[in-house]
């Protein structure tokens, strides 16, 4: 019987130092900050991390740069109003930064998924971000080749998903979650609740299990009264 409900600290538990971690959210919008204090706690240190924004506070992605876990970071929102702890460091010299204009990166960890090893995109040519990558010319502008991100481990945070991993998600929470399911060797899903099998209808579902290993069950008391006013507003209609 395929079971893939564990404890946090289980899925987590193999992740080797130096691994590259795709990490789902948009700003704190769908990010899986259980599973990163997790990660923190499991131990693994000079990673890789690729996600939208360095973190808020000192919670979540935030956190684990703190601890000096995190070596490098690729993303497209570096700064923000308390991005406080990976702006200090940066300064500091003491974690790298790769810059990626936001639609590149979705189409880097999207090929990464699909098995394409890189493509032409003209977004950042004639940049500075374009320096040291190939350049050529499409419809007379030019473009230049953006390499595929695939990672070992991808966290991500969805709204529901069921024993076998299919998952559902909640609005803005959405966000990069489906795109870094396929792209990593290990997928781990927090999920706010677990549905029985077939309770999800099949034309709803965003990521089938095959592209998630591990699920993690993170009650949120938020979305299950969420949850419950929309089952009530639907019996009512």
Known sequence: MIDKICAAADALRDVADGATILIG??????????????????????????TNNAGNGEIGLARLIQR??????????????????????YRQGRIELELVPQGTLAERIR???AGIPAFFTPTAAGTDLAQGKESRMFNGRPHILE??????????????????????YRKAARNF???????????????CRVEPLGAIDPEAIVTPSIFVQKVVHIPDPISERAHIKELAAGQRT
């Open 177 to 191: 979650g489906p795109a870094m399911a396929t792209a990593a060797d290990l997928t781990v899903a927090q999920v």
């Open 111 to 113: 090929a990464g998924g």
């Open 147 to 168: 390499q595929a991100i695939r990672a070992d481990v991808a966290l991500i945070k969805a709204e529901a998903g069921d024993r076998w991993g299919n998952l559902i």
């Open 25 to 50: 959210g948009f700003g704190e919008a769908g990010s899986p900050t259980e599973l990163i204090h997790a990660l923190i706690d499991q131990g693994a240190s000079g990673l890789t991390v690729v």
């Open 68 to 89: 000096g876990r995190v070596r490098k970071l690729i993303c497209s929102y570096p700064r923000s109003a308390h991005g406080y702890v990976f702006d200090g460091l």
